[in-house]
């Protein structure tokens, strides 16, 4: 990600970005801060009102008074306890809501965002900003606003009747206020450097923490826990030095706001005791003055605490409003139609002059012309890196062409809605994903007003009811035991609690629910056993029919149907035709074949030990 400038100063206009996320809250707010200017009233009167009961009550000896100083001392804490609860109803609102508005926000981004932004930042940044860092922003903004106000208005009430009643001694206890402010100054920028740097090591580690726990199993295959570990620690150890330093410069500032306050008082002290001395002041004034000068420093030390977590909290801020600002790369263009989002496509797809680079330094697919017939499928064969998912990945407009256009149905893609292009488009993976849930609900993605009738039909239409609704063991489809619950069994996180061949199938009957006009299969048969591919492939064979379909072909026993094979090498097509005519033309995609063909031969006789070593291959 972008590194940002820790040289930069506390950014105001950055905190009103993220106050408007309060602003349905605006009532909760104002009465939160209300009710802490109350609060800091009560405590800026509470030293006069025991300095008048030492001089009208103690020292003249007039008890009579007492009962009038209690009540009126009862009566301000009375309502101070009662503002207090108070202010927690009101600051937990607003401190929740606004954890709920950021993060709102923030998510709803995130599917706005196009896949460019996720090929650039890691899962476990994004789950930090998400997380911690809104945690953490809610909260400086609603609590750190409470000690805020309370600290001005206890401050400024404080001076002010400090200066009424006595301006010399007022003017001695604030002499240590310009120096505390010039120390905050000094302080600011080292502490806000040091929060920053702090912060960037924290989204490394969310970063590793998430990638290790993603790719646990190849970490454990591969023994090297150790090494991870290792690597953790590394990083553990950055983060912990710069926590340190900045916690070290933090422990640095506020004694010295405590001491500066020290001072001030020590100085009311000794000036005021000469003044008692000499019959110019009384002692009730006195009193008052040395609690006064004593609480007028504790808001500030408050204040450079908030100051403090202000200024670490930026941090994380920055990131936030940054992620929250981040502009989709792929968007609706000026010209987009309206209204059409339901509008289903005939699905015909021509490339013209297309070429394409991920990071602008070497294309990955040039001058790539390509005219795909409404209702044909297309197959795409090649290396890694030929360019067969790029091809892919343009024709659904998860990236637009660096060079040439796309027309869908005779329009320029860029024209249409996304929604319209999307809501036409059906996308069956590798390594297919399942949300948390039951079958049914994974299903229903396909078209969430379907019923239960239609989607037992597009399970059925995908191969998928049998092993659904069999018990376990005992369905009708070799290699798929069945579930228990049907429709109602839960497949766990990412679909764990299925095989691979389960959860594709349910996969393709999501497909089939969606209806969608254009269908990609990016390898759908290449991560099940031979039994399972059979059924996938009968599945797939359902699916394509009156759709467009692009296949990306990992077993090209897969495609022998297709209407026209690519053969990728280098971003470029290197032969091109149906699967006869390339086997004929004895190029390329033929020895790929009768290599791949030796291969299925060698798996039909030794079965899936041949089958494990494809894949620790």
């Not at 679909?495 to 969608?516: C, E, F, N, V």
Request: aromatic share 8%; proline share 2%; with cysteine.
């Amino acid at each position: 990600m972008e590194e940002i400038d820790t040289r930069q100063t506390l950014k105001l206009g950055l905190w009103r970005e993220l106050l408007k996320f309060a602003a349905p809250y605006k009532k909760d707010f104002i009465s939160l801060c209300a009710i802490m200017a109350f609060i800091a009233a009560v405590d800026a009167i509470q030293p006069f009102l025991t300095g008048w009961a030492v001089d009208r009550v103690a020292i003249a000896g007039r008890l009579d008074r007492l009962p009038l100083f209690i009540a009126v001392y009862g009566t301000l804490m009375a309502l101070q306890a009662y503002a207090i609860k108070r202010f927690h109803d009101f600051g937990g609102t607003v401190e929740m809501g606004m954890n709920y508005g950021i993060r709102a926000a923030a998510f709803e981004k995130l599917q706005q965002l196009s896949f460019s932004y996720y090929d650039r930042t890691s899962a476990g940044w994004i789950t930090a900003r998400l997380t911690s860092d809104v945690g953490k922003i809610a909260d400086i903004i609603t609590w750190g606003m409470v000690d805020l106000v309370w600290g001005a208005f206890m401050m400024l009430l404080s001076a002010v009747l400090m200066l009424l009643t006595d301006w010399r001694l007022g003017l001695i206890a604030l002499s240590a206020l310009p120096v505390l402010v010039v120390v905050s100054v000094l302080f600011e920028r080292g502490i806000l450097e040091r929060s920053r740097v702090a912060r960037r090591q924290n989204s490394k580690l969310t970063a590793a923490f998430s990638e290790n726990i993603r790719g646990v199993r190849a970490v454990k295959t591969l023994v090297a826990e150790e090494r991870q570990g290792s690597a953790f620690r590394g990083l553990s150890e950055t983060m912990r030095r710069a926590s340190v330093r900045q916690a070290m410069l933090s422990a640095v500032y506020l004694p010295l706001v405590v001491f500066l306050g020290s001072v001030g008082t020590s100085l009311s002290l000794w000036k005021g005791g000469e003044l008692v001395l000499a019959g110019g002041l009384s002692l009730g004034v006195l009193s008052a003055f040395i609690m006064s000068a004593g609480r007028f420093f504790d808001p500030a030390t408050d204040l450079a605490r908030v100051i403090a977590d202000l200024q670490y909290a930026q941090a994380s801020a920055e990131r936030v409003i940054g992620l929250i600002k981040t502009e989709s790369e792929i968007v609706d263009g000026p010209t987009a139609l309206a209204g059409s989002g339901r509008r289903r496509l005939r699905g015909e797809i021509e490339f013209e002059g297309v070429s394409f680079s991920y990071d602008k330094k070497r294309e990955v697919l040039t001058d790539f012309s390509l005219r795909v017939p409404a209702g044909s499928t297309i197959a795409l064969v090649g290396e890694t890196g030929s360019g067969k998912s790029t091809i892919v990945n343009l024709a659904c407009r998860f990236y637009e062409p660096t060079k040439g256009r796309i027309l869908v149905d005779g329009a320029d893609y860029r024209e249409l809605p996304l929604a319209l292009l999307h809501g036409n488009l059906g996308y069956v993976l590798q390594q297919p994903y399942l949300f948390s849930g039951s079958v049914r609900d994974n299903i229903r993605y396909g078209r969430l007003d379907a019923t239960e009738a239609e989607i037992e039909a597009a399970a059925r239409a995908a191969r998928a009811h049998d092993f659904i609704a069999g018990s376990p063991g005992g369905a009708d489809q070799p290699g798929l035991p069945g579930l228990e619950g049907g429709y109602a069994a839960q497949v766990g996180e990412g679909g764990l609690l299925l095989s691979t061949g389960q959860k594709q199938l349910i996969s393709l009957a999501r497909a089939i629910l969606a209806d969608p006009a254009v269908l990609v299969l990016d390898e759908a048969t290449s991560s099940v056993d031979t039994e399972t591919e059979r059924l996938v492939q009968d599945a797939i064979a359902a699916v394509l029919k009156g759709r467009t379909s692009f296949v990306v072909a990992h077993r090209l026993s897969t495609i022998q149907e297709a209407d026209l094979i690519l053969v990728m090498k280098d971003g470029r097509v290197v032969e091109k035709g149906r699967h006869a005519e390339l086997i004929e033309a004895g190029g390329y995609y033929r020895r790929l074949y009768q290599a791949q063909f030796a291969r299925d031969e060698e798996r039909s006789l030794f079965g899936s030990e041949v089958d494990e070593e494809d894949e620790s291959a």
